[in-house]
């Protein structure tokens, strides 16, 4: 028999996962907290719907972050939905996730970017349409080669068993999805994607986002560990910066989240939370040869099996 559809089950697990990743990350930085800004929509917006915003600011280990609950409703799916899913057009949604982004001050320690959710798209007199999305990546400035075969490792580990192809295709999928075509450049060294998952029955579709979203933790906390005291100075800053561009041309330009959240008349706030507090641009930069920023090009910035 086919397992029903929860979604007041979703909402508490997203709620309790949003609670447990930013107790687990105020612990790793040691000295900031996360500020919540709790919203609701008034009536007659163009979404209905509410959220919890909590971002940490100017920490030990981390220079800003956001960790976000979001739980809306709307009376059409926008443009970014239906122009590869065309028969969501005429359906209402409701759309709630857990999405955070992760900025830390010492550029030996990566950028990471996690995100489960939950759409049900619905018509009176038709069957409900319901899928899962999310994943988790990383965005390393120097990166090194044991953080990220441990960041995949872990991926692999949360993908076992759910079976033997998801991590290859989900992996895959990632590095497809965060690349930046302009620069011919992936965002970092990947992690997990995947959207409208519903190839499963509903409970093990749910399973497999519950580990994914616990898994995130598992997979950076003790990267953030293992590099937090490395001495850098302001030469790894200013290359820090000058990639974190990278991360703004992404979100701005290609991310479907960001897009979804706009077109839909989302809450700018929590949308761009997402950014980080300082980057910067410079003009036809290039990477000195045979310097560890060079390393980054060279070996990391392209997809490849770990």
Excluded at 250 to 260: A, K, M, Q, S
Aim: charged residues 25%; negative net charge.
């Amino acid at each position: 028999m086919p397992s029903t559809i929860d979604k007041q089950a979703v909402k508490q697990f997203l709620l309790t996962l949003q609670d447990s990743i930013c107790q687990q990350l105020e612990q790793a930085d040691g000295q900031a907290e996360f500020e919540q800004d709790a919203w609701q929509r008034e009536p007659g917006e163009k979404l209905a719907g509410g959220g919890r915003t909590r971002v940490m600011t100017d920490g030990a280990v981390f220079e800003q972050g956001g960790v976000n609950f979001s739980h809306v409703q709307g009376n059409q799916m926008p443009g970014s939905a239906t122009a590869h899913r065309p028969e969501l057009a005429g359906r209402r949604f409701e759309a709630m996730g857990v999405s955070l982004v992760m900025h830390p001050k010492n550029p030996y320690i990566p950028t990471s970017h996690a995100n489960v959710r939950f759409f049900i798209a619905e018509k009176e007199g038709e069957e409900p349409i319901w899928w899962f999305g999310g994943g988790f990546d990383l965005t390393p400035f120097y990166p090194f080669e044991e953080d990220c075969q441990y960041w995949h490792n872990t991926a692999k580990e949360i993908c076992a068993p759910f079976g033997d192809d998801i991590y290859t295709e989900h992996k895959a999928w990632c590095d497809k999805y965060f690349y930046l075509p302009h620069r011919d450049e992936t965002r970092g060294v990947g992690g997990l994607f995947f959207d409208d998952l519903n190839q499963w029955e509903f409970d093990k579709c749910f399973d497999y986002i519950k580990a994914v979203g616990e898994g995130y933790t598992q997979a950076y906390l003790p990267i953030v560990e293992r590099r937090k005291q490395t001495e850098f100075g302001e030469r790894e800053r200013q290359f820090q910066l000058y990639r974190r561009g990278r991360y703004v041309e992404f979100n701005l330009v290609f991310d479907r989240g960001t897009l979804f959240g706009l077109q839909t008349g989302g809450r700018t706030e929590s949308i761009l939370m997402s950014m980080p507090p300082l980057a910067r641009w410079e003009y036809n930069y290039q990477v000195e040869p045979n310097s560890p920023e060079a390393e980054l090009y060279n070996h990391y910035l392209k997809p490849r099996e770990w």
